[in-house]
Every structure is written in structure tokens, then in C-alpha cells.
């Protein structure tokens, strides 16, 4: 039986021949990139982020790895803990210790590429109760590897947990892990929002819970839950700039966006498959997202890009496109953002 071939939207291709893949490495050996600029690195809050199941967080670990809590779930996107890709070391240790995650209810596979998929660090991270989400085409071979919990699905599926509804969105890519499977699994992003079906034991906890912390005086600036629930967040996954991202910003009233920002120099060879910062933030306006958080850049060399050359020219475009800087949160590895309702509240 023949294997079933991805395509993107309007099949569009990544395809890349002998010719331009020689003609990138000849430009290389004349490039002198400056690496000295690294991802600042922050003390991770273990202690709050063990005890958290209320309030909604996002800490960078590196590269397209976040650990995420939202609505009472703990999930970590894309896990790769790896040192190296290939023979490139990684650029920084990642945010969080491997051995020191919280225990997990999800995992989120974007695609099949190395850097999103460490089969190793999926291996630390699982245990009985985690599932494992991973798009179309992709299950067979994960089960097949052991990780039996494991749920695909298809551009525009989604499924319920608990309190969160998530969904699967497109993006514009391609993946591949041998010589022959090449795009026979897809690959996109994830959209998360509040299940609306809540049932009524929740509510109570979670009014109980706020009359417990009025009547002790806690304070909730930085760290309440917001009145509307959590904010819708996007995990784009890994793409290059397609149409896909105004559709995705009609069928969802997002409030945070993981964006990619690297990997995309020479231009002439990413642009099907990485945006640029310039693409990342045009996407991200088109989405009509409020807050986005750069991701995919200062961990490994993937491309002739460096980690500053990518953030330098994300504040140029910034600043071009009138864009409030407090709309465009740089994290550091380790570094844990409390969604505060002002966050993400649309005017």
C-alpha cells in the first residue's frame, strides 16, 4: 500500500534541489558570524510551578520547547533536551533541567524534524498518564516506538481535555526523519482555549479558591487568573509565511502567540519553510493576536542567522509597523510569563 504524501495549502513546496543545497554551502564558507550574543539564561521558579494548577504560564525552554500550564494541564511542546543537532552543540543549556519538569498530562508534536521531535527526552518526559498529540501520519511510528498514549490529528480536528479544547491548525512546512518518509506525516501548529463545558464542580473550586485568596490578602497582580478564563494561546509549530495565519486569526480570538523568528537565513533558500522576523511579525498582525513570544532561534545553528541578528531585526519591524513593545515578549531560557488579563484582553 503506498504511503500517503503532506502537502501545505495551495501546495506549496519546500522542495530543494542538489544544486541550491551546494550553492548554500558554497555562500556559507564566505559568511563570519558573530555568536557571542547568547539567550540570557533565568533561575527557573520550580517551586511555583510544581504547586501552580490555576493560573495560566508559558516558560521557555529552548528552541520550540515551552512547558505550558493552562487550565489545570501541564504540557510541554515540541520536547528536545538534546545537546546537540546533528554535529552543532547546543547554544545554551535548556531553561528547565530535563529531570525537573512537573509531571505532564500533554505533549504536542508540531512535526517529525529532529529539532521538535528528541525521541530521548520524549522517553524522560512520558509516563503513564501523559498523552502524546502529534499530527496525521505520525502515530503509527510513535507507537511503534513505545509511546502507545498516544492521539493524532488531522488540519482543523480537535479534542478535548478537561477544561482545554485543543485543535490542530496548519502551518507551512515539510518533514522527515529517514530518507523515505519524507512527508508522510504532517506537520502544523496548536491552538488551546477554554472549554466552555465546564462542569459545575470546577466553577465551585475555582470560586472557592478565589474567596480564599480575597480573605487572605494575597496579592494577584501578576499571578490571578483572568475573569474570562485563560487567554486563547497559538503554537505555531514551525512554518514559513503563508495565508494561513489570517485564517487561523478568523476562526480564533487568540491572545498569545509562539511565533518562530530564526533559521530563515539565506532567504532565498528558507522561505518556504522559516519566516523571517519581518514574516513572523506580519503574521503575527494578521492573526490579530495581542502578545507574541519569539521562539525558534538562540538554541541551535540551524541556519547562518544568529540569535541577536534575528531579535535586531524583530525590533527594527517593531518599531516600523507601530507595534507596542509590551506586545512582543522576549523571554529568556527559564523564563516564566503569568498571563495577567491585561495581557491578552482585546480592545
Sequence with gaps: MPKIRYNN???????KTLKEFKQWREQRRSKVKDYSYTVPKHPPELDYLHANRDETTITWIGHSTFFIQYYGLNIVTDPVW????????????????????????????SHSHYDHLHLASLRKLVTAKTLLIVPDGLKRKMVRKGFHRCHEM??????????????FVPAQHWTRRTLFDTNTSHWGGYVLEQNHALTTSAEESAAASEQKEASTGSQTTQTSTQPGGPPVLYFVGDTGYFQGFKTIGERFDIGVTLMPIGAYDPEWFMTSQHVTPEEALQGFVESDSQLMVPMHYGTFKLADDTPKEALDRLEVERE?????????????????????HEDHQKD
Design 9 to 15: 495549502i495551495d501546495n506549496v513546496s519546500t522542495d
Design 82 to 109: 538534546a545537546e546537540k543537532m546533528g554535529f552543532q552543540r547546543r547554544l545554551g543549556p535548556p531553561g528547565i533541567p530535563i529531570h525537573d519538569i512537573p509531571p505532564l498530562d500533554v505533549i504536542l508534536i
Design 154 to 167: 488531522k488540519w482543523w480536528e480537535h479534542m478535548v481535555l478537561g477544561g482545554v479544547k485543543i485543535t
Design 320 to 340: 516600523r509597523l507601530g507595534i507596542q513593545k509590551e506586545r512582543i515578549r522576549v523571554l529568556g531560557h527559564g523564563e516564566t510569563l503569568r498571563i495577567r
